[in-house]
């Protein structure tokens, strides 16, 4: 699929979500191609706009992990992957326009608020908190839903990353098809 993305999504009017991990090169490039995918499945990629960013720089200008890549590819991904991703801190402009962040871990949802003006916090969910299978997390225990971090492991652990991401993405499209149709009522 085409990489469709423009740098003025606002004058589209576009539903931006924005997946959010470290440092931009595993987890939310990855939940960025695979929600794109289901958006795009479900007839919503036109409306919706996907995109990923870290809280940390320490990444900067890197492409997506040559694992993560191999990963993508082989649960079929492999023509969505952008090949002119640039790893990158969210920025003001990013915070501005977007309507929902999906951070992947307690961590990167902390650092995240901290980041945000109050008038946003409000739009932060963890990636993970969609999946209705898991139990909700007592208030301060939110680490117990992380997406699993596969940096320091091997194929195994971005096979469960991955998993992990794609049992999650339908019930983050069907979220937020909903908030298009209050919207659109609103």
Same mark, same amino acid.
């Given at each position: 699929m085409a990489d469709n993305r423009t740098s003025d999504h606002k004058s589209d009017h576009k539903y931006t979500v924005m997946t959010v991990c470290t440092?931009?090169?595993?987890?939310?490039?990855?939940?960025?191609i @695979?929600?794109?995918?289901?958006?795009?499945?479900?007839?919503?990629?036109?409306?919706?706009?996907?995109?990923?960013?870290?809280?940390?720089?320490?990444e900067w200008s890197h492409p997506i992990d040559p694992r993560a890549v191999h990963v993508l590819r082989e649960r079929g991904y492999g023509d969505e992957i952008p090949r002119?991703?640039?790893?990158?801190? @969210?920025?003001?402009?990013? @915070?501005?326009?977007?309507?929902?962040?999906?951070p992947m871990t307690a961590a990167h949802m902390r650092s995240l608020l901290r980041l945000l003006p109050p008038g946003k916090r409000a739009e932060v969910h963890m990636y993970r908190s969609f999946d209705p299978n898991l139990?909700?997390?007592?208030?301060?225990?939110?680490?117990t839903i992380d997406l699993v971090d596969?940096?320091?492991g091997g194929p195994h652990e971005f096979e469960v990353a991955i998993d992990q991401i794609e049992q999650v993405a339908p019930y983050i499209v069907d979220w937020v098809a909903k908030q298009l149709k209050a919207e659109d009522k609103g």
């Open positions: 440092g931009n090169i595993c987890r939310s490039p990855m939940g960025e @695979i929600l794109r995918h289901y958006f795009d499945e479900r007839g919503l990629g036109d409306l919706v706009d996907v995109e990923s960013s870290g809280v940390s720089d320490e002119n991703h640039f790893a990158h801190r @969210i920025s003001r402009d990013e @915070i501005a326009r977007t309507d929902l962040f999906l139990p909700k997390p007592p208030a301060g225990r939110e680490d596969p940096w320091y």
